[in-house]
């Protein structure tokens, strides 16, 4: 560049939303989005923990029931049995979420509603909320 300093406008069309929290997203064209590594949703992963560790305890004998655990923890058993649930999601949607990838329409009411058993519909269920 010579003389006069030259400007150079660049223009991308940006779509900002805000999920959760107070945290703005920016949703670039073909669904990209400025998530990085410390983007996951904290609700989500934190749930994701409860009900694994959850499942540890029941597993490992620690409380024989539900009720008990739910009793130990102060929550109401149908929140846990409900939270317990997560433990079922695909190995990819835990991923997805851990990661920060799941679909911002992803929140945990949504996922506590109803759940298939199967990992593949859940994947296909999923698919359009980019999850693979």
Do not use: C
Not at 57 to 78: C, F, H, P, Q, V
Not at 96 to 110: E, K, S
């Amino acid at each position: 560049m010579t003389g006069a300093a030259q400007m150079l406008t660049v223009r991308v069309p940006l779509a900002v939303r805000k999920p959760r929290g107070g945290r703005k997203l920016m949703i670039a064209p073909g669904g990209t989005t400025n998530r990085g590594p410390s983007a996951a949703d904290t609700t989500l992963v934190k749930a994701l923990a409860r009900a694994f560790r959850w499942r540890r305890m029941l597993e490992a004998g620690r409380y024989g029931t539900i009720d008990e655990l739910a009793a130990a923890e102060k929550i109401n058993s149908s929140y846990v049995s409900r939270l317990l649930r997560l433990t079922l999601l695909a190995p990819k949607i835990v991923e997805a979420i851990l990661d920060g990838r799941q679909h911002p329409g992803m929140t945990l009411p949504g996922l506590m509603e109803r759940l298939m058993a199967e990992w593949t519909e859940q994947l296909q269920a999923f698919s359009e909320k980019r999850v693979g």
